[in-house]
């Protein structure tokens, strides 16, 4: 099993561009979800989801956009980046809500 | 609202030093609580779960709810515990996991 993979590992943006991170797993997890890492304000939810065709909104939603038509994969789009946006993003999963969760090896942004 | 507080951003001890790591949480419901690890160069993963009460590396943690506190024990620390901790909550629906903002545990030689 390769767990939880993320692409692409490094990203530099010029602000008012978008792409999506990518997110996948080969667990057959249910549960779903998004994190930015940034210095002092440990790991905040952006969003995640409870199973395919099923999402919700985290602490942090703004500027970002989820869609889960399956259950393996969980993109992660940036409507317009921000300087604000600069962070560490972190996939994870589990089998269910409330279990361990699985984390990606993260995906390191940069929006100038 | 669920809110994590670890009050201290680094934690330095000696090898062989007992360590507390401290974690308090806000929550109204009954919360599911978590410490998550991250070793240098590696993924953040699970170190323990209040609900298994199980001991991992040496390290247990005990939920007190009337302190609202599930502070992270080690008795003697050894240096491949340096790392950055996290507690972390989940609420009664088993969505949402708030994280603390992290302490960094440097253990010296």
């Known amino acids: 099993n390769a767990g939880v993979t993320q692409t692409p590992k490094f990203q530099v943006l010029k602000t008012g561009q978008s792409m999506t991170l990518q997110c996948a797993q080969d667990?057959?997890?249910?549960?779903m979800s998004w994190y930015r890492q940034d210095p002092g304000m440990g790991l905040r939810l952006i969003h995640y989801?409870?199973?395919?065709?099923?999402?919700d909104q985290g602490e942090v939603p703004n500027g970002y956009n989820v869609s889960r038509s399956t259950t393996e994969d969980f993109p992660l789009r940036l409507l317009s980046a921000a300087p604000s946006q600069t962070s560490v993003y972190f996939c994870?999963?589990?089998?269910?809500?409330?279990?361990?969760?699985?984390f990606g090896p993260g995906t390191r942004l940069t929006v100038l | 609202a669920q809110r994590v507080t670890q009050p201290e951003k680094l934690l330095s001890v000696f090898k062989g030093a007992p360590v507390e790591l401290k974690c308090n949480y806000s929550?109204?419901?009954?919360?599911?609580l978590f410490w998550y690890v991250q070793y240098s160069r590696q993924r953040l993963q699970l170190l323990l779960r209040?609900?298994s009460r199980e001991s991992i590396k040496g390290f247990t943690a005990d939920l007190n709810k009337g302190e609202t506190s599930f502070h992270l024990k080690k008795p003697f620390a050894q240096e491949e515990d340096s790392a950055m901790y996290y507690c972390?909550?989940?609420?009664?629906?088993?969505?949402?996991?708030?994280f603390g903002t992290g302490t960094r545990l440097l253990v010296s030689p």
């Open positions: 929550y109204s419901g009954s919360p599911e």
């Open positions: 972390a909550l989940m609420n009664t629906g088993f969505q949402k996991l708030v």
């Open positions: 989801s409870v199973g395919a065709g099923i999402t």
């Open positions: 209040h609900i």
């Open positions: 667990m057959n997890h249910e549960y």
């Open positions: 994870a999963s589990s089998y269910r809500g409330g279990d361990e969760q699985f």
